[in-house]
């Protein structure tokens, strides 16, 4: 089938409309984003292998100057998302110039103290991001369709991808280790393939693409050969059957498909650039005052080093590698959000120094940026962690314990990156907060960092740009392992509730139950901040009800805790939560997460679905921001 021709009525000012002339010049905390890890193994959405990537990276120099062709030569859509980092700054930015208008002055999170982790961008994800579904589709799936067929052979390296990851034909590299006899016949790939039929739009999509090859659908998705034309396929979805699958059974060598969208229903390749994220999504967002993209940019155990390496707008998929800068920087221009950036563990100087200012010619002048190194480099579970301990280990010797230099070496990169950062952004630097990650539940991890007294001729390094400390002061975590599972197995949600709020019901628990815990930890990391000069803030928070070292697979325990975060009285936790942390000296507090699905592995989301957001979790934190401006200075500047 034949691709489809150049799209019309493209408005260049919609892609400049919020962007500004650029210038020139032991752990607690078995969160989230682990879990996340693990089950994105388990679904076996992984990556291909460095080798495999090393040839779309060479090809990566010329891909400018071909975005520039493919703009005039009708291309595709890809055209659209290309635009957004290459016409950046052509006209002032205009302040709240964005989707959502209440009719006042101000944007709906003028004065929020509130912001939000995004979940991973994943096929199994509840929360679908972009119109634009390919984008967070699964990895290319290798299946031998003959006989009773193999639904995948787990020969993903042996593909022949073009630059951008698409593929350029069927057989495989067979230069490639392991590559000289393989089974695959087809390749596939995914769509909402997680554990939530039903809540995803149903409907109408529309898969448009370029070139020739034979493309078939299956599970939830149904070809309507009626409305199909060669290069766009119309499919019937019917979203209660759970997800669907497309597969390529032959594909045209000479003229293989590419520039491959899939468009959800209402939207379609006419579009335009005015719609890229979905408004189910947008919707949810819209309150938060920033957006922190730790997993967007797929922070943890990153393999990025050089710019090169970054994610690109016109990858095939956005799961893979992490979603670009580019469309971060727009997510918040269109929602009036600051945003907060991840920088990779391995990343060079000259990484952090484009980065930032790529983020500076972007984002539009009336919005702040956040930046931090890594995530949760004390966290031992994370390659990131093991790196920096090993770098302290080559600059400071053998000098105190593993940990200690571990801390301190997270301390002088921070202090380095934050002055590269300030640096790039010269006279707005003041626009940069600079964050510095500590472990909550251990104070020592934030004296240590800031101090830093390893690092010969820097120290301290709290002196280097950096203007906050951030912690996640997740509340319950210690319910979550096999010391209280013979316990807690047989609460109820009434009892666990009041271990959470008054404590008393498990042996050895913290005094005064969960919620009091967590106001020491805040106190400690508060009274450090002050004495250094630095403010307080949350990078995560919330509760952290979630089995671990085996109670994952607990199912009483794991129906317990999602039972709870389901229930009205963890609103009720929240609002007291977010209330003591005010009262204990914490400013912007970073709710972990805006959106994703409850179970064995966590019950992060405030919501679990994007079509049911009416949740006692959302509810509290969409009340606490009503009923508490942003308290500390300049927080509406």
């Known amino acids: 089938m034949h691709g489809a021709g150049a799209i019309v009525g493209i408005d260049r000012s919609t892609f400049e409309r919020n962007r500004d002339t650029a210038d020139a010049g032991s752990a607690v905390g078995y969160r989230g984003s682990q879990a996340q890890t693990i089950l994105r193994l388990q679904c076996g959405a992984g990556s291909q292998s460095r080798s495999a990537r090393a040839a779309r990276i060479a090809a990566r120099s010329n891909r400018g100057g071909d975005a520039m062709r493919a703009i005039t030569q009708g291309r595709g859509v890809h055209v659209v998302l290309a635009l957004l980092a290459m016409f950046a700054g052509v006209r002032e930015a205009r302040a709240f110039d964005t989707l959502f208008r209440n009719g006042f002055e101000h944007p709906l999170n003028y004065d929020s103290p509130l912001?939000?982790?995004?979940?991973?961008?994943?096929?199994?994800?509840?929360?679908?991001?972009?119109?634009?579904?390919?984008?967070?589709?699964?990895?290319?799936?290798?299946?031998?369709?003959?006989?009773?067929?193999?639904?995948?052979?787990?020969?993903?390296?042996?593909?022949?991808?073009?630059?951008?990851?698409?593929?350029?034909?069927?057989?495989?590299?067979?230069?490639?280790?392991?590559?000289?006899?393989?089974?695959?016949?087809?390749?596939?790939?995914?769509?909402f393939f997680g554990d939530f039929p039903g809540h995803y739009p149903s409907g109408r999509y529309v898969v448009t693409y370029q070139g020739h090859g034979t493309i078939s659908y299956f599970f939830a998705a149904h070809r309507n050969a009626a409305l199909s034309t060669p290069g766009r396929d119309v499919l019937d979805v019917d979203a209660g059957s759970g997800g669907w699958m497309m597969r390529f059974d032959a594909i045209d060598a000479a003229d293989p498909p590419r520039d491959i969208h899939v468009w959800m229903p209402g939207y379609d390749e006419h579009s335009g650039p005015s719609q890229l994220f979905h408004p189910d999504f947008l919707s949810l967002?819209?309150?938060?005052?920033?957006?922190?993209?730790?997993?967007?940019?797929?922070?943890?155990?990153?393999?990025?080093?050089?710019?090169?390496?970054?994610?690109?707008?016109?990858?095939?998929?956005?799961?893979?590698?992490?979603?670009?800068?580019?469309?971060?920087?727009?997510l918040a221009n269109r929602t009036d959000a600051q945003p907060w950036f991840n920088v990779p563990h391995r990343a060079t100087d000259d990484y952090i120094t484009q980065f930032a200012l790529r983020v500076k010619a972007l984002l539009r002048r009336d919005l702040r940026v956040y930046v931090e190194y890594s995530n949760e480099v004390w966290n031992g579970q994370f390659g990131q962690g093991a790196y920096v301990e090993a770098m302290g280990t080559a600059e400071y010797g053998n000098v105190g314990s593993g940990f200690d230099r571990r801390l301190n070496w997270h301390g002088e990169r921070t202090a380095q990156m934050c002055d590269l950062w300030k640096a790039a952004w010269g006279g707005e630097a003041s626009r940069v907060t600079c964050v510095l990650g500590a472990q909550a539940a251990n104070?020592?991890?934030?004296?240590?960092?800031?101090?830093?007294?390893?690092?010969?001729?820097?120290?301290?390094?709290?002196?280097?740009?950096?203007?906050?400390?951030?912690?996640?002061?997740?509340?319950?975590?210690?319910?979550?392992?096999?010391?209280?599972?013979?316990?807690?197995?047989?609460?109820?949600?009434?009892?666990?509730?009041?271990?959470?709020?008054?404590?008393?019901?498990?042996?050895?628990?913290?005094?005064?139950?969960?919620?009091?815990?967590?106001?020491?930890?805040?106190?400690?990391?508060h009274g450090a901040a002050v004495a250094r000069s630095l403010r307080l803030v949350s990078y995560e928070g919330g509760q952290h009800l979630v089995g671990i070292l085996g109670v994952e697979n607990n199912d009483a325990i794991t129906a317990l805790f999602t039972s709870a975060n389901r229930d009205a009285r963890m609103g009720a936790a929240y609002a007291q939560h977010l209330v003591d942390w005010r009262e204990h000296g914490g400013e912007l507090f970073m709710n972990f997460t805006a959106s994703s699905g409850y179970g064995k592995f966590g019950s992060w989301g405030a919501v679990e679905y994007l079509d049911a957001q009416d949740t006692p979790k959302q509810q509290a934190l969409l009340g606490f921001i009503d009923a508490n401006p942003c308290w500390w200075s300049g927080c509406t500047q």
């Open 115 to 191: 912001g939000a982790n995004l979940d991973g961008v994943v096929d199994y994800s509840t929360s679908y991001n972009f119109v634009d579904a390919m984008k967070q589709s699964r990895a290319w799936i290798t299946q031998d369709t003959t006989g009773s067929g193999v639904f995948d052979t787990g020969e993903e390296d042996c593909l022949d991808l073009d630059a951008n990851g698409y593929l350029r034909t069927l057989a495989p590299v067979a230069s490639r280790p392991g590559c000289a006899g393989t089974s695959y016949n087809a390749v596939a790939t995914l769509f």
């Open 285 to 330: 967002v819209r309150r938060n005052k920033v957006l922190r993209f730790m997993d967007w940019m797929q922070t943890n155990n990153s393999a990025q080093q050089d710019f090169v390496d970054r994610p690109m707008l016109d990858d095939v998929r956005w799961t893979e590698h992490g979603v670009p800068l580019e469309m971060m920087v727009e």
């Open 443 to 525: 104070a020592y991890t934030q004296t240590q960092s800031a101090d830093c007294p390893l690092w010969s001729g820097g120290a301290p390094c709290s002196a280097h740009g950096i203007d906050a400390v951030a912690i996640a002061p997740y509340f319950g975590g210690y319910l979550d392992g096999p010391d209280t599972a013979a316990t807690v197995q047989g609460w109820t949600t009434t009892t666990l509730f009041a271990e959470l709020t008054n404590g008393g019901q498990v042996a050895g628990g913290p005094p005064g139950g969960a919620l009091a815990d967590v106001r020491g930890w805040i106190d400690a990391h």
